[in-house]
């Protein structure tokens, strides 16, 4: 069965090579074309933090990170810390499964001002015992139309906003679509009319290609 990944690079190669070992054929085209963008670092002596909520972020925040590398980084999932010890952080602790419980995490051990370093367009973090400052390093820009035989495959959505844009460019073609998402609000952003919609058991790359076999299978 195929799968189309819609996740921007280099995220839809990996997901790529997890569904072909679960026996699955990958259609990669990303929705969103990821780039750096120009930004001015504030001075690190002000936090004590640095969280990560997407891979994008220490792959596209350049030299100007440097100096954030010493503070205690929390990463959203195994492959944003992997992303994040790439660019060099050494203190890190991989948060569970969105923003909302990372900075609930970094509360927990007792940090007060933290840096996010984000997209152009992201979720605000906020907790009452963290002041977080929201840096975008990086943009995905949308493409303007659905790839060719987007109907003939299981539809893979790694986020909300892959999901909104997805929804927004399919139009007509709903009722002939069968979506995974990721996550209940990956689901809810795409909205109701498709084929099917089923969501992972956990918002996890590896939990969303072992529903897309199991959807496949059946």
């Given at each position: 069965m195929k799968v189309l990944i819609l996740r921007p690079q280099p995220g839809a190669d990996q997901t790529a090579a997890r569904a072909r070992a679960l026996?699955?054929?990958?259609?990669?085209?990303?929705?969103?074309?990821?780039?750096?963008?120009?930004?001015?670092?504030?001075d690190p002596a002000a936090f004590d933090a640095v969280l990560l909520t997407s891979a994008n972020a220490p792959r596209h925040g350049g030299g100007a990170m440097t100096p954030f590398l010493g503070l205690l980084c929390y990463a959203v999932g195994e492959s944003t810390a992997e992303a994040a010890r790439a660019a060099g952080f050494t203190g890190l602790r991989a948060g569970p499964s969105d923003g909302a419980a990372l900075i609930a995490l970094a509360a927990a051990d007792g940090m007060t001002s933290a840096v996010h370093f984000c997209g152009r367009e992201h979720v605000a973090l906020r907790h009452p015992a963290v002041t977080v400052t929201a840096i975008a390093v990086y943009a995905a820009d949308p493409i303007a139309r659905l790839p060719e035989g987007t109907g003939e495959a299981l539809v893979?959505?790694?986020?909300?906003?892959?999901?909104?844009?997805?929804?927004?460019?399919?139009?007509?073609?709903?009722?002939t679509i069968r979506i995974a998402a990721i996550s209940p609000q990956t689901a809810d952003a795409a909205g109701e009319g498709w084929a099917s919609v089923d969501v992972a058991a956990e918002p996890r790359d590896h939990a969303l290609l072992a529903l897309a076999a199991k959807l496949c299978q059946s």
């Open positions: 026996g699955l054929e990958p259609l990669v085209s990303p929705l969103f074309a990821v780039r750096p963008l120009v930004w001015t670092p504030p893979l959505l790694h986020s909300p906003r892959a999901a909104a844009l997805f929804a927004r460019l399919a139009g007509g073609q709903r009722e």
